[in-house]
């Protein structure tokens, strides 16, 4: 088992590259974040690069935001490059729920094996075939009431999956874990959840998937508790949650409790 402080230190040591297929809401917030952790993003989705591109990066991540057919296109490419080259994959369902369309493309992106899922509570009791009360990428569902559903999901496609919210849940069908920390300030941000799921993809290129996605959630939830403090508003929590993602050293994540089932 890699710890989350042993993690932060390879990712710092090894800068890896991640290729991450988000949305246009996203991308900036997200390359951000990726370098300010220590790793190096690359947002890139035209079909003519994918198959040249995924074998190179170290991980790959997967948004569906804002779809469109040629990205569409695009991810299916991508998560087919990603398993033939045995590179860990990891898919975001954002408000896969809304519409019939994002309902398919979702599961056909699930049908390839991804090797992370993160998701809201709402997006994960979904994925799974269970009732959910999201309202577009919002949960209306709490993190409690889909483990169960994300523990189905692991079991049956073989993937750790997250639920991210105010307390996050990760398994991986056996093992489960509670991450505590953050800040109340940080659903106000636009693209943070989404963010997550490209440092999720870092962690991913440098550890197991099961170490790489409690790392991960470990250290947004420091930052964001670090974050918080002293900040007057979402815009100000923006500038100081990325000041903190990069002041975090290997050592200070023992301050964030994580507590295994």
């Not at 709402?122 to 483990?147: C, F, H, N, Q, R």
């Not at 800040?183 to 959840?193: C, H, I, S």
């Amino acid at each position: 088992m890699t710890t989350p402080n042993a993690a932060l230190q390879s990712l710092r040591t090894q800068a890896p590259l991640v290729h991450c297929i988000t949305n246009y809401v996203a991308m900036n917030v997200a390359a951000n974040v990726v370098l300010a952790a220590g790793a190096s993003p690359a947002m890139l989705h035209a079909t003519e690069e994918i198959a040249d591109f995924v074998p190179v990066a170290g991980a790959l991540t997967i948004n569906i935001g804002t779809l469109s057919a040629p990205w569409v296109e695009a991810m299916t490419k991508a998560a087919e490059a990603a398993n033939a080259s045995a590179k860990p994959w990891v898919f975001d369902p954002v408000a896969h729920f809304a519409t019939p369309y994002r309902a398919r493309v979702a599961q056909d992106l699930l049908d390839l094996q991804p090797t992370i899922i993160r998701g809201n509570a709402s997006e994960i009791l979904a994925l799974a075939g269970e009732g959910a009360a999201g309202k577009g990428a919002d949960s209306g569902d709490s993190v409690p009431a889909a483990k169960g559903a994300a523990i189905h999901l692991a079991k049956e496609h073989g993937a750790v999956v997250a639920v991210t919210g105010e307390t996050d849940f990760v398994t991986d069908g056996t093992r489960h874990a509670e991450i505590s920390g953050g800040d109340a300030m940080m659903p106000k941000v636009t693209a943070l959840g989404c963010s997550l799921t490209a440092l999720i993809g870092a962690y991913a290129a440098i550890c197991t998937p099961m170490d790489a996605t409690i790392a991960a959630l470990t250290h947004f939830s420091e930052a964001g508790a670090r974050a918080g403090p002293g900040t007057n508003g979402p815009g100000s929590f923006a500038v100081a949650f990325l000041d903190q993602l990069a002041a975090i050293a290997p050592g200070d994540l023992d301050e964030v409790r994580v507590t295994w089932h």
